[in-house]
C-alpha cells in the first residue's frame, strides 16, 4: 500500500517562498497521476496543482497561476510544490494525492484521488 508524507510546511510571511516535498513509499508511483489540494477550516479540499506520471501534462489552479509549480522526481518518488509569493490567503494544509486510474486529463475534483497524506500546515502571516 502506498503511503504519502508531506513536509515543507510553516509559517512565513507574505512574499515568502517555500517548497512542500511528498515522499511516497511502500510502492511505485511512477505511473500514476499525482496532485497537491489545500483545505481551510469548514471548506472542501480544493485543487492546487496536478501532474500526470511523466510530467507530460500538469495543470495548476487559476488562483496560483504563475506563482506556483508543481514537479515530480520518479527516481526518488517525490513530488514537489515550489511556492513563490505567497499571500495570506494561501494559509491552509496543504495534502499530497496519488490517482492509479490514467485518464488523459488531471482530475481536480478530491474525490478522483484515492490515497492521501496526512498534510502539512502552510501559515502566511500579513
Known amino acids: 500500500q502506498v503511503q504519502l508524507v508531506e513536509s515543507g510546511g510553516g509559517l512565513v510571511q507574505a512574499g515568502d517562498s517555500l517548497r512542500l516535498s511528498c515522499a511516497a513509499s511502500g510502492g511505485p508511483v511512477s505511473t500514476y497521476t499525482m496532485a497537491w489540494f489545500r483545505q481551510t477550516p469548514g471548506k472542501e479540499r480544493e485543487f492546487v496543482a496536478g501532474?500526470?506520471?511523466?510530467?507530460?501534462?500538469?495543470r495548476h489552479a487559476d488562483a496560483n497561476k504563475g506563482r506556483f509549480t508543481i514537479s515530480r522526481d520518479n527516481t526518488k518518488s517525490m513530488v514537489y510544490l515550489q511556492m513563490n509569493s505567497l499571500k495570506p490567503e494561501d494559509t491552509a494544509v496543504y495534502y499530497c494525492?496519488?490517482?492509479?486510474?490514467?485518464?488523459?486529463?488531471?482530475?481536480?475534483?478530491?474525490?478522483?484521488?484515492?490515497?492521501w497524506g496526512q498534510g502539512t500546515q502552510v501559515t502566511v502571516s500579513s
Open positions: 494525492a496519488l490517482r492509479r486510474k490514467y485518464i488523459d486529463t488531471i482530475p481536480i475534483m478530491a474525490n478522483d484521488y484515492e490515497t
Open positions: 501532474i500526470t506520471w511523466n510530467g507530460g501534462l500538469i
